[in-house]
């Protein structure tokens, strides 16, 4: 059974970082293209982040240009979201999805295997 599980979310200050996992099982994560999402309250779910299954390819939203990185090991079959200089308006949950195939596309639609989500405040 393909499961995916997001860890690392919290409350953070503004201008603090955190870290995001993604885990994977039931599948191999090589054959895998991996996105981040979130989603605010009232707000709809958009894309903040890719990684192709080799880790060749990576994009991001234009609002979290500079201060995400995501990454991936393979072997550990997990995917990493490194949230630097967060702000506000990043408080959202943060879900990981994956797509068999190699292109990184930041749209919900892509992606067909869904974690839970973790929250991730960011607040004073």
């Known amino acids: 059974q393909l499961q995916l599980v997001e860890s690392g979310g919290g409350l953070v200050q503004p201008g603090g970082s955190l870290r995001l996992s993604c885990a994977v099982s039931?599948?191999?994560?090589?054959?895998?293209?991996i996105g981040w999402f979130r989603q605010a309250p009232g707000k709809e779910r958009e894309g903040v982040s890719c990684?192709?299954?080799?880790?060749?390819?990576?994009n991001y939203a234009d609002s979290v240009k500079g201060r995400f990185t995501i990454s991936r090991d393979n072997a550990k079959n997990t995917v990493y979201l490194q949230m630097n200089s967060l702000k506000p308006e990043d408080t959202a949950i943060y879900y990981c999805a994956a797509v068999r195939g190699a292109m990184c596309v930041m749209s919900s639609s892509w992606y067909g295997y869904w974690g839970q989500g973790t929250q991730v405040t960011v607040s004073s």
């Open positions: 039931g599948f191999t994560l090589d054959y895998y293209t």
């Open positions: 990684i192709s299954r080799s880790g060749g390819s990576t």
